[in-house]
């Protein structure tokens, strides 16, 4: 055996005795870790409760919405259960599912560095999640909410449910956020590794980064909101109760302000994502990597400078609408850009339909459809007819969940061999896919249609000339549901008859994928070799690991291994 | 195509085009369906093409191919910006079209003033005339001067592609040239029997868009179990002073009851409170056998009726002071209203017998001359068992009052 085969084996065999999971054991040692791969595995388990929680909601809903008049939800309880989905849904999953539970686990490792640079802070904003999300809950518990995700006043004023212990919830979940957009900043900018200049980070971190540019910018603005419709409703201050002077407007730009730049902490993240998918699975180098990296800054900018389309019958200027709209134009340019280049990779690339690239292949065709209503939405004659229907409806959902969750699930399925090293069953992996991509179509295609039509958003009972698409919608909710738990089950069954993962199963040059699955506490047992994070001829695949390696010329052997002990491999 | 046809009476997509800019803004969404159309499938087409030729076979390494190309990205970058100015001008000016009312809409003989509130719409006219269906006239330009009593609504009609939020404490308009008629004979059909029901064509739907709490639902056009449309708008063919047949009503032509149920439909009253056995609404349901039983308030206080003096006074306290007393049960969310004695007789003439017209207790049926005799003697009961109330308030503290300040200013502002 030559000494480079030694080598790589010896770096780049089965996974070492101890790894993050296993290195120690108890309550507490999860509790109080500081590791931020055990704290990423403890807000996906958070996150996905969430989800799980706030997806049985939604199916509540569908199910009433089946017939026109009341099948088992009254009027207070049917706007109380789309307030908690919709709550639940923005503030406690999709916000933090892809950077704070995919990215604590990745961002760290794809820079080849220990943890972030700030691991206590890292935990406390665990704790924060959780203690926002306690406050939800109690609010759902005792006083159920009803002012829907938005807070608007006066209502959000009038109402006699649980405004204030919500806010107080999305209060704390916002300096959740900040705190983890903080961490990434100074992680980004400080660990890189000596040669990973801007240029050569992996996209995922460029959508990280730009990202946390908006958590820690935008997110103050919705606590101060918060703040003050507390202090409206428990001091009467008179800044947005017309009854005392104020204006219920001003909360609208207050609260769009942050909520609208938070539509982009949710979606940029899931662009990153997807770029890794689609490079990895077609082996081809990700076409335009400056467009794309660039193309995330300038949407993390614009995304600042739209909030007013939200807000185009509210009664503001003229003037005003009409910038507003042209630069809700501006956003949609970059966002093309991306989704140009991810096609041009795929040209002439090796691509295999593993379960990631499936979802992946899905965000193209999904995030498609979302981007494109978004047109007739920023267009100032159709929004008019179009706003606050179903169509917005079926719009935020294409984005949010076409988008989002399914780049979210397309991560998972990806980086789940790295968090817990075992492999998945592929086919059933795929067959979940499939499902939810035709679940999904079925929920949310009808209602373009029917919010065309003028169905408005957020009624409890409707005009039965729409029940036949609402039926449709309830059944696509139901397959929906169904593929989900197919995607859910497939994951959790491989925690128990998986067959061990190697470091690298996907063939994929990111740093991540040289460290052994699942890492070890320290993450790299010997010394990273930084290639070109697209550059697939940089690996190998090598038949006694069982997986991919980088390939190592004799002059680039590692100088150094810090264990000196050749690893034990099974 | 039948998705987006131009045709008056609507497509697949659209629903019928009632107003002068409704073909405006179902053309502007079509142009913008057949580019997005085109772009979508020219990406998941070179997709689908590009995994099905390029699935992986043999070899794990793809053939070199360029990693960029950059005058092939800044012509994909640039390129969809000038296709977007065009949608932005053309959504601009439909948009100024929409939201600036012609010459002819703009003044105050064509102006209607449509108040939201929970849960329900009012429109006054420019004579006076107050109702809570809409009618319009046919290619009579119109504006409309949109206010709310409480919290945020939108004032949604979707055969105009017409959409303005209420905003408490502030006034917004809107105007629209109704091009298409909805009568009311349209819109219901009377057999021989006299039973009523749907008519071939529905009014043109308004519709509540921004929620507003629990029956934001209820705020829209509807057709009711008791062969009635709530919230209608109407079009008809006729001049715009011709409207006042529709919508005038005489008081002292008619009954008390007859009054009465004009007020309860004029006010909105019909959007929380359904008569006799129709399904529940958000406030109590209104029946003729329920009224004589004790009320109980949600901290508790009980209210017992010994005569129907003592009742009716109930009736008119909780219809202008609605805060006054919160039946057990319901969210207390009624708008305050300030109804002259007159209509407070009407008012209660009808909830009382909500079913049919009655004959008083004087054995007088309510023809319009007894009316006037009868209201005027329920007008001295309510007032003096006004001050009695008000007597009786000082003696229990001031739990009733601590409600009305915030919701007496309330209206202050907006009058």
Redesign the interface.
């Known amino acids: 055996m030559s000494t480079i085969a030694k080598q790589k084996e010896k770096l780049f065999g089965h996974a070492p005795e101890e790894n993050f999971l296993t290195e120690s054991k108890g309550w507490a040692s999860w509790l109080f870790t500081l590791d931020h791969k055990r704290i990423g595995i403890m807000y996906l388990i958070g996150v996905m409760s969430a989800f799980t929680l706030a997806g049985i909601l939604a199916l509540i809903l569908r199910m009433e919405l089946f017939i026109p008049?009341?099948m088992f939800l009254s009027?207070?309880n049917y706007?109380r259960m789309f307030t908690l989905h919709g709550a639940i849904m923005v503030f406690v999953f999709i916000i933090p599912s892809i950077p704070a539970a995919l990215g604590n686990f990745i961002l760290p490792i794809m820079l080849g560095a220990k943890d972030v640079a700030f691991p206590r802070l890292n935990l406390a904003s665990f704790y924060l999640w959780m203690g926002g999300t306690f406050f939800f809950i109690l609010s759902m518990l005792f006083n159920a909410l009803?002012t829907?995700w938005t807070f608007?006043?006066?209502?959000s004023i009038?109402?006699?449910s649980a405004v204030i212990a919500a806010t107080t919830g999305v209060f704390i979940l916002g300096f959740s956020s900040i705190f983890t957009g903080l961490n990434f900043i100074v992680t980004v900018n400080t660990m890189r590794p000596p040669g990973m200049t801007w240029f050569k980070m992996p996209l995922l971190l460029w959508a990280l980064y730009s990202t946390a540019i908006i958590q820690v910018l935008a997110t103050p603005v919705l606590a101060i909101t918060g703040l003050l419709l507390m202090a409206e409703r428990i001091l009467g201050l008179g800044i947005f109760d017309?009854?005392l002077?104020?204006?219920?407007?001003l909360f609208q730009h207050f609260f769009w302000f942050y909520s609208h730049p938070a539509v982009y902490i949710m979606i940029l993240p899931a662009m990153g994502v997807i770029s890794e998918l689609i490079s990895v699975h077609?082996?081809?180098?990700?076409?335009?990597?400056?467009?794309i990296a660039y193309s995330s800054i300038a949407i993390a900018l614009l995304g600042f400078l739209v909030w007013g389309h939200h807000m185009f019958?509210?009664?503001q200027s003229?003037m005003v609408?009409?910038i507003f709209?042209?630069l809700t134009?501006?956003v949609?340019?970059p966002s093309?850009?991306k989704?140009?280049?991810w096609?041009?990779t795929?040209?002439?690339?090796?691509?295999?339909?593993t379960t990631p690239m499936c979802y992946a292949?899905s965000f193209?065709?999904l995030f498609?459809?979302g981007g494109?209503?978004g047109?007739?939405l920023?267009?100032?004659?159709?929004?008019?007819?179009l706003?606050?229907?179903y169509f917005v409806v079926a719009h935020f959902h294409y984005v949010m969940v076409g988008g989002t969750l399914i780049a979210f699930l397309g991560g998972l399925f990806h980086w789940w061999p790295k968090m817990f090293g075992r492999m998945y069953n592929e086919k059933g992996g795929q067959l979940g896919a499939l499902i939810v991509f035709i679940g999904f179509n079925l929920t949310f295609f009808p209602q373009f249609?029917m919010g065309?039509?003028?169905m408005?958003?957020?009624?409890?009972?409707?005009?039965p000339e729409f029940q036949i698409f609402h039926q449709i919608s309830t059944i696509g909710a139901i397959t929906l549901g169904i593929g989900l738990a197919i995607a859910g089950y497939v994951l959790l069954m491989s925690l128990y008859r998986g067959k061990r993962a190697p470091g690298n199963p996907w063939?994929a040059s990111t740093l991540e994928f040289q460290c052994s699955s699942p890492p070890t506490f320290h993450n790299f047992e010997h010394d990273i070799i930084l290639n070109d994070p697209?550059d697939?001829?940089s690996i190998e695949?090598d038949e006694r690991v069982g997986g991919y390696v980088p390939v190592l010329e004799p002059a680039e052997e590692p100088k150094s291994v810090p264990q000196p002990e050749p690893v034990e491999t099974t | 195509m039948f998705l987006f046809s131009q045709a008056r009476e609507g497509s697949f997509s659209f629903p019928t085009q009632g107003s002068s800019f409704a073909a405006e803004v179902d053309s502007m969404y079509a142009f913008i369906f057949w580019i997005s159309l085109f772009f979508f499938i020219v990406i998941n087409g070179l997709m689908v093409y590009f995994v099905i030729k390029y699935r992986r076979k043999d070899k794990r390494l793809p053939e070199k191919s360029p990693a960029h190309h950059t005058v092939l990205e800044l012509a994909w970058t640039i390129l969809p910006a000038f296709i977007l100015v065009i949608m932005f001008i053309r959504g601009a000016w439909g948009y100024l079209e929409m939201r600036n009312p012609p010459e002819a809409a703009n003044a105050v003989e064509r102006t209607i003033d449509v108040r939201a509130f929970k849960y329900g719409w009012q429109f006054t006219y420019p004579n006076g005339d107050i109702t809570s269906e809409l009618h319009l006239a046919k290619n009579v330009p119109v504006r409309f001067r949109i206010s709310s009593r409480d919290a945020l609504h939108s004032f949604f009609i979707r055969e105009f592609r017409l959409k303005m939020d209420c905003v408490p404490g502030r006034y917004t308009e809107a105007w629209v040239n109704p091009i298409e008629t909805r009568t009311p004979s349209e819109t219901i059909s009377v057999d021989e029997n006299g039973n009523v029901s749907k008519g071939e064509k529905e009014p043109f739907h308004l519709q509540c868009a921004e929620y507003c709490g629990e029956g934001h639902s209820q705020m829209r056009t509807e057709w009711k179990d008791d062969g009635t449309w709530a919230f209608p708008v109407y079009v008809h063919d006729c001049s715009f002073d011709e409207l006042t047949e529709f919508t005038t009503w005489d008081f002292d032509q008619n009954s008390n009851w007859k009054n009465g149920e004009f007020l309860f439909k004029a006010y909105g009253c019909v959007g929380c409170h359904a008569i006799e056995g129709a399904a529940q609404k958000v406030g109590p349901n209104f029946r003729a056998d329920q009224w004589r039983v004790d009320r109980r308030s949600a901290t508790g206080e009980v209210k017992t009726f010994a005569n129907d003096a003592e009742f009716e006074t109930y009736l008119s306290r909780s219809i202008n002071y609605s805060t006054e007393f919160i039946v057990n049960g319901y969210p207390n969310q009624m708008p305050k209203f300030e109804f002259s004695p007159k209509q407070l007789d009407g008012l209660i003439a009808f909830i009382r017998s909500p079913g049919q017209e009655t004959v008083d207790e004087t054995g007088e049926t309510t023809d319009p001359k007894a009316g006037e005799a009868g209201a005027g003697k329920e007008k001295q009961k309510i007032d003096a068992s006004k001050s009695d109330e008000s007597k009786s308030d000082n003696e229990d503290g001031d739990a009733a009052k601590v409600a009305e300040p915030k919701s007496s200013k309330n209206t202050e502002k907006k009058e």
């Open positions: 008049g009341e009027n207070q706007n009803d829907g608007y006043t006066p209502y009038q109402t006699s017309p009854a002077g104020g204006d219920p407007v077609s082996q081809k180098k990700i076409f335009g990597y400056e467009f019958t509210s009664g003229e609408i009409l709209s042209a134009f501006s949609a340019i093309a850009v989704v140009f280049n096609v041009a795929l040209y002439k690339g090796s691509i295999t339909l292949l193209i065709f498609g459809i494109l209503t047109l007739p920023g267009t100032l004659s159709t929004d008019v007819h706003h606050d229907t249609i065309s039509r003028g408005p958003r957020r009624y409890a009972k409707y005009d063939a697209y697939f001829e695949y």
